[in-house]
Each structure stands twice: as C-alpha cells, then as structure tokens.
C-alpha cells in the first residue's frame, strides 16, 4: 500500500505523573489510533511526558519534522489544559499545521474547547480510528470542505460551531490491530504501575459500558455500549507483551472485563492454553461479578489476582440517585463470591455528596473494612459532559473549574455541612490513611500469603509516610524529575507565544 505523503504527529502532550502512581502509561487510545493509522499514513507518536525535556522536546520536534497535521489527546479531563497548550504551542510554531484533538473531554465539551483553545482547528468526536483516517484522506486531498466526514466538529467561517453528523460505532473492534507498542519505550523507567509489581502494565480490551451511572464520562462518551476483543486476540496481544516486553501483570482497562459471559469463558480457557504465567486485575460491577458466580474458579486459574468494584458507596440511598442500578444486598453478595475465591478486592469508591455526613463516612468505611483490601476512594466529581455535572452546576455546588483539580482527590464541590473544600480533600486522604494503618492491614503487609498483596500494601505504607512528612514537616510530594510547568518553559524560552493561552493559569502547588 502507497502512504499518503500527509505528515501526521499525534502528540500525547507532557503531564504531570500523579504523585500517587509514580509512574505513567502510554495511552492505549492514542497507541491504538496510531497502529491503524500507520498502514495509511506516516505518522509519528509523541508521548510528551516520557522526554527528557517535555516542552522543549515538543517544539524541537515541531521545528525539525514540521508535520502537516498535529492531533492531541485529551484523554481525561484533568489533562485539559496542557493539550491546550500543547496547541498553542504548535500554532506558535508551526501557523499553517492543521491542528485536531481528540478524547472524551472535548468531544463532550466541544464548544467550550473552541471557545477557550482557538488554536484548535479541529475535534474528533468519539471513537478516532475511521474519522481520522477520512480527515487525514481529505487534507491529503487538499479539500477544504470537510463537513461530509462523520464525526468531526469545527468552526464554520462565522465562527459558528459545526458538528457533522454522527460517526457510528466500529463495529467489529477486532478488525483493528494490536496497539502500536513499537512507538513507544516500552523500556522507560517511568513505564509501569509499580503499586503492582516490578513489570506490571496497563491494557485495554474493550470498549465502552452498557451502564447508565450519572456521574460517568465513560458511558455517555461511549454511548452505553460494549464491544470487546475476542480471546484469541487478547491472547496474541499477551503473549506480544509476555516475549517482547517482558510483562506479566496487567490492571485490565476495560470497563467492565466480563460484560459478557461468552468472552470470559474464552479468556479463561485461552489463558490456560498459552500458559503464559501472567496476572490480571480487572474491572467489573458486582451484579456481574453475582451473574459469573460459577466461573470465578477459573478466572482464579486463568491469573486473575484482583476484581476493581465500583461500589460507590455504601447507602442505597447515594446509588439510587447517582443511577447505580444496584442493590446493597448485591454488593454485599459480589464481595462474598469474591473473598470466597480469595481475589484481592479493590472497591472504587465516593465521598463528598451532599448529604454527607460524618457517620454516613464511617458507614462506608466500616463497610470496607469487612470486604476491601485495597481502597480506592476518589473524591465526587463532576465531569463536565455528564449528567451529573448538569444537575450540579444546576444547583450551583460546581465551585471549582480549574480542570487541574478534576483528579478525584481534590474537592470541586462542598457538602451541606461542609464549605471548605481543602477541608473535604483532607478528609479523604486521612480516610485512605486511616484504612492502611490498621493493625490487620499493617499485619498483612508484612505476613500476608498473598504475595501481589503485601508488595501492594508497601507501596501504599511507604506513601502514607510520604503524605505524612508533607503535611508535617511540608516536604514536597513526588513529582517527576523531568516536570515541567509550561510557565517555566516560557520563561526559558525567552520568547513569547504568540497566541492564546486559554484555560492556562500557572499551576503554584509545583516549585519551578
Ligand atoms: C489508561 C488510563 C489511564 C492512564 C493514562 C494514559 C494516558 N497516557 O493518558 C493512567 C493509568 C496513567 C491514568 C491515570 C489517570 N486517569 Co485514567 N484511565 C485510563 C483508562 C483505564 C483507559 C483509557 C483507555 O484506554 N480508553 C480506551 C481508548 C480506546 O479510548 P480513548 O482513550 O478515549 O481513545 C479513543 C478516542 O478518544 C480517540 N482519541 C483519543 N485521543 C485522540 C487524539 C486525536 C488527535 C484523535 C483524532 C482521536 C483521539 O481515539 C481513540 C481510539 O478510538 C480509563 C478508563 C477506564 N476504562 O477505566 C481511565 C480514565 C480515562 N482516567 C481517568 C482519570 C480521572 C485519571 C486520573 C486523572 C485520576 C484517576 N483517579 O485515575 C489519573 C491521573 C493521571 C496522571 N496525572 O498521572 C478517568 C477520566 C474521567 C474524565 N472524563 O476526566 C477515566 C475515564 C477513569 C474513570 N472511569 O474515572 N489513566
Ligand atoms: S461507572 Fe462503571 S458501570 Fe457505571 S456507567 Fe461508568 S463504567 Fe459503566
């Protein structure tokens, strides 16, 4: 196959690693996005945040390759602004390059994306493979028209939004190919999820949910629906993982793993036929987990260590208004099977409701200590493009839209009795301390039998001390060697961007 002579750079733009973490992951969108494009076009991926020099790297890039077409990734709402800055960056240096973006963010907010990053020419609504493709096609053409190409919006010369009509779903996600892991270092010292072990790695399998939870970007942006990747595919992809990379453990992406039953018996008796000795944490809901009671033995034997349960939270009540479509008794009854076939249970859980109130924390918590080993409490947030975020900012409780915040560990909005916020992000890290340092927790650290499990409870020890002495003594957090702030790449570079800065603001909490 002839590739279009379009140059096309994806740029992942550079972040900061969540301190929590201590590590990063190439984004499986973008890496798979690339793989499919390749075939057609030369195009190149740029994860920022593994340089050496991020924003310096970017724009040496940008003025060395200086590629036709630049698409950004969007990938949460947290990372907003530094793709914003990432465009104008290359609009500063490269003013005739065709600029698009991509991800759940701006497809759900694509006209406040226009409006505060005009730098934007382009947005990607949705799943990226085919439009893209087109987009790339018609540019490659010279077409300046480009409202016939399904799923994009841009500005029409009024400035007016345009969003063509919709891009249906692929259909079949195993036409696509293995994500394209050989544009990336796989080798980088900060690729991994070393909460898990020495060579772990994240992967995505499936897309979307069936689900209707409200305050989930997840189900609107893949429009409750799920498609996964047969077994056998999921197996060639381990296996290129196992032998070229070197990695055994896997926190499974996919929403929910086991959406259908058809799928995790093929998983399981895939894996035990390629022996490939790895170990899966996955996703799921309890009722499903309930629904797979019977093949919960061989998920054991297949390498599954962990089920991640989004529970939420512990009053029928809460579920019921956030549309959780769950009983408590079913929640309960999930945790049983698991602990029965001793998975390590990670519980995804919210506080910071409205209603909240001290013994309504302790419910939850007290909750969790019968079932959870690993505790994943967020703080309640908004996601703009949910209902959630509707009905909240309705109510005027949205408080906080600098996008920086939106990690689920700082609070956006207050509760009824609470207004202080800094006071609600302090009640959720001493709440994941207090859970780490009870006694039974401290004991499994060191003597539990389950190994994955005491490597796990280190790592989250060593960081409650970390969080402690930053509190006490105001030791800085981790942050990554190579971060940079964008204001302190301006400074550096002396010149300035000629262009808008939308949503920037210097971020103070990091000294540069
Ligand atoms: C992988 C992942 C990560 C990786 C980051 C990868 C990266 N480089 O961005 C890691 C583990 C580091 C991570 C961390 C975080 N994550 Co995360 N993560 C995921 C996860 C598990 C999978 C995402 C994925 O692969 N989706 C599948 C791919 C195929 O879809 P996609 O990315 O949308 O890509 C497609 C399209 O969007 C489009 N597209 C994407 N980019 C581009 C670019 C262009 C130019 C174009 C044209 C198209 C395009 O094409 C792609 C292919 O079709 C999701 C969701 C989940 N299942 O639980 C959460 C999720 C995205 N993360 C989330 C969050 C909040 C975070 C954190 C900010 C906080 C937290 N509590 O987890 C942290 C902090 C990160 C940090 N500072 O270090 C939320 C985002 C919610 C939101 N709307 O803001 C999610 C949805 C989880 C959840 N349910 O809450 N995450
Ligand atoms: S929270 Fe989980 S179950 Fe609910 S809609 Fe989102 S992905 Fe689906």
Same mark, same amino acid.
């Given at each position: ?15 900061? @690693? ?19 494009? =390749? ?32 698409? @950004? ?97 692929? %259909? ?5 190919? @293995? ?82 039953? %058809? ?53 029928? %009540? ?162 990554? =060697? ?31």
């Amino acid at each position: 196959m002839t590739k279009s002579k379009t140059k096309f750079l994806l740029v992942d733009p550079p972040h900061r @690693i969540w301190d929590i973490l201590k590590a990063w992951i190439p984004s499986p969108g973008c890496l798979q996005l690339a793989a499919y494009l =390749e075939d057609y076009f030369s195009i190149d991926f740029m994860d920022c945040t593994l340089n050496k020099s991020p924003w310096h790297d970017l724009e040496k890039k940008l003025r060395a390759d200086r590629p036709d077409v630049v698409g @950004i990734s969007i990938g949460c709402t947290y990372f907003t602004y530094d793709g914003y800055n990432a465009a104008s960056l290359v609009r500063d240096i490269l003013p005739d390059a065709v600029i698009i973006v991509g991800g759940a963010h701006p497809t759900l907010n694509a006209d406040e994306c226009f409006a505060d990053c005009p730098e934007i020419d382009f947005i990607c609504m949705g799943e990226g493979e085919y439009t893209t493709r087109e987009f790339l096609e018609n540019f490659a053409k010279g077409n300046p028209d480009y409202s016939h190409i399904k799923g994009l919006a841009y500005k029409d010369e009024q400035g007016n939004l345009v969003i063509n009509e919709k891009r249906p779903l692929i %259909e079949d996600l195993d036409s696509l190919p @293995i994500p394209a892991y050989h544009l990336v270092d796989m080798e980088h010292p900060y690729i991994g999820l070393p909460s898990e072990g020495k060579r772990a790695f994240l992967v995505n399998f499936a897309r979307g949910c069936g689900f209707r939870c409200k305050f989930c970007s997840e189900s609107v942006f893949w429009e409750r629906k799920w498609r996964g990747r047969c077994p056998e595919l999921i197996g060639d992809e381990l296996e290129l993982l196992k032998k070229t990379y070197n990695r055994d453990t896997f926190y499974v992406g996919d929403n929910i793993f086991n959406f259908t039953r %058809e799928r995790s018996k093929g998983f399981i008796s895939e894996m035990k036929k390629r022996d490939l000795k790895q170990n899966f944490w996955l996703q799921s809901r309890a009722d499903i987990v309930v629904r797979d009671a019977d093949l919960m033995a061989g998920f054991k034997e297949a390498g599954v260590y962990q089920f991640m349960i989004g529970v939420e939270y512990s009053s029928q %009540e809460v579920l019921n208004t956030l549309d959780k479509d769950i009983s408590m008794q079913t929640v309960e009854k999930a945790m049983q099977i698991l602990q029965k076939h001793q998975f390590m249970i990670m519980a995804t859980l919210m506080i910071g409701h409205w209603d909240e109130t001290d013994e309504d924390r302790q419910k939850l918590f007290d909750f969790c200590t019968k079932y959870v080993n690993h505790f994943g409490l967020n703080v309640v947030t908004p996601l703009p493009g949910t209902e959630f975020h509707t009905e909240m900012k309705a109510l005027g409780r949205v408080e906080n839209v600098d996008y920086r915040k939106f990690d689920y560990i700082q609070a956006i909005m207050p509760t009824k009795e609470i207004d202080d916020l800094d006071k609600i992000t302090e009640l959720h890290l001493g709440m994941i301390r207090k859970f780490y340092w009870r006694p039974i927790e401290l004991w499994r650290t060191f003597f539990s039998k389950n190994k994955i499990l005491r490597h796990h409870h280190r790592y989250f020890m060593k960081y409650g001390f970390e969080v402690a002495q930053h509190e006490i003594f105001g030791k800085p957090l981790w942050v990554q =060697e190579n971060f940079q702030t964008f204001e302190s790449f301006l400074r550096e570079r002396g010149v300035p961007i000629n262009g808008s800065f939308a949503g920037y603001e210097p971020d103070e909490s990091v000294e540069i």
